[in-house]
């Protein structure tokens, strides 16, 4: 007994000695903590950096890791309180999946119930299912297909960088061939599409699929191989790699006839990405991301542009919607959807500013709600779940999922 009792007694006299000098060294370290007790007449503190969604261990987004310990998951911010009617509480960002090159186009499978996405220099779609979690390869190769969606009948609609078409899967199993050109000028590298209600389908084409990771460079001369130096048909089928851009980045609709109308110019939008129209169809949001390979413009800046669109599928006041900047750092976006109020979210692609990649949320009068942080960059995102209430990411490597408040507006 006397031997345990010294041994404790050091124990405690170590502990206090060692939180002593701990003490002393934080302090040392902490010059906020410094400033924070500072007489009134010096200059007031630097605030403090907005906390990242790095943590030491680091937080495991998985279904394996461990459980948050707040009521609102820590990660998902409340900037205006507007907000919290959408954020849903005591529910975490789970990383459902990781393991792609680069993760796009997340679209819900109503029926099947599953999700389905890109990933797009691994030229294969990836299937989620919801009932326990599993993964497969769902289509290889996908011709290094980026956005995706589901119509109002449930068909697949699938935007091809590597053959720069637009294709959709039929029921019985067959595909047809929606776009692959306009005015006899093969298209750029379709990237993201939204159904109407009305039969049609809206897509936009920049140029991001004419390269050597994510689809074919141009054939020698093209904008995107200039110099003739890329062998553009290398690990190809026959016939790929012959393709040269030939149109500007434009936004297009694919008429239930089948006719194929320019809606809105590279003029208008530069590098269109993302698209989403409104609850009420009345309106058309569409991300304008940055140069291209061969572009010779200046690209777009990274901001969120919104048209009216008329009875007659024609758009017009088109404006900035959003300068998509957060914290005074750009939160560049790329997927778009509303949700039955109006709001838009985008995905948010923040580069190396941790802590901004993401998602960001915007009222319909575009201002900030609330974002909600991921530790990848996010390339775009989709509602689904059987009550379309919850947010998935396709995030760089990785599938994350959120349920929220709300609900998507549109299928798919």
């Known amino acids: 007994m006397t031997h345990h009792q010294g041994a404790s007694d050091l124990s405690r006299r170590t502990l206090l000695k060692t939180a002593t000098v701990t003490s002393i060294g934080a302090t040392a370290l902490a010059p906020g903590f410094a400033l924070a007790q500072a007489p009134a007449s010096l200059p007031a503190p630097t605030p403090a950096a907005p906390a990242t969604t790095i943590t030491n261990p680091p937080r495991d987004f998985s279904p394996r890791g461990a459980p948050t310990t707040y009521f609102t998951d820590p990660d998902v911010l409340t900037v205006d309180p507007a907000f919290n009617a959408l954020a849903q509480p005591n529910t975490p960002i789970k990383r459902l999946w990781t393991g792609a090159l680069w993760a796009e186009g997340p679209a819900w499978n109503a029926q099947g119930r599953y999700l389905l996405w890109s990933d797009i220099p691994n030229n294969r779609q990836l299937r989620w299912l919801e009932d326990d979690g599993h993964v497969s390869v769902f289509r290889l190769p996908s011709n290094n297909s980026n956005g995706n969606s589901f119509d109002f009948q449930g068909r697949q609609l699938s935007c091809e960088h590597l053959t720069?078409?637009?294709?959709?899967?039929?029921?019985?199993?067959?595909?047809?061939?929606?776009?692959e050109s306009y005015q006899g000028k093969r298209l750029n590298s379709p990237n993201d599409i939204v159904?109407?209600?009305?039969?049609?389908?809206?897509?936009?084409d920049p140029p991001y699929g004419g390269q050597l990771y994510e689809g074919a460079p141009d054939a020698a001369g093209g904008p995107s191989n200039a110099s003739g130096r890329l062998k553009s048909t290398l690990g190809q089928p026959p016939g790929i790699g012959t393709f040269k851009r030939e149109l500007p980045t434009n936004c297009y609709r694919i008429d239930p006839s089948g006719r194929i109308d320019l809606v809105i110019t590279e003029e208008q939008v530069p590098d269109p990405n993302g698209l989403c129209f409104s609850p009420d169809h009345k309106k058309l949001y569409v991300a304008s991301t940055g140069k291209g390979p061969g572009d010779t413009g200046p690209g777009g800046k990274g901001v969120v542009f919104v048209f009216d669109v008329g009875t007659d599928n024609k758009v017009s006041n088109g404006k900035v919607f959003t300068e998509c900047m957060v914290d005074g750092i750009k939160c560049g976006p790329d997927g778009l959807r509303t949700d039955v109020d109006g709001n838009l979210w985008c995905s948010s692609n923040a580069g190396r500013a941790l802590g901004y990649s993401g998602a960001t949320v915007w009222s319909p009068e575009g201002k900030l709600l609330g974002r909600i942080r991921l530790p990848e960059v996010c390339g775009n995102i989709t509602f689904g779940g059987p009550k379309r209430n919850r947010l998935f990411m396709a995030a760089s490597q990785s599938l994350y999922a959120l349920y929220v408040g709300t609900q998507g507006a549109a299928p798919g």
Do not use: I, K
């Open 164 to 179: 720069r078409r637009v294709v959709r899967y039929e029921l019985d199993g067959s595909a047809t061939v929606l776009a």
């Open 195 to 204: 159904p109407h209600p009305d039969g049609s389908y809206w897509f936009t």
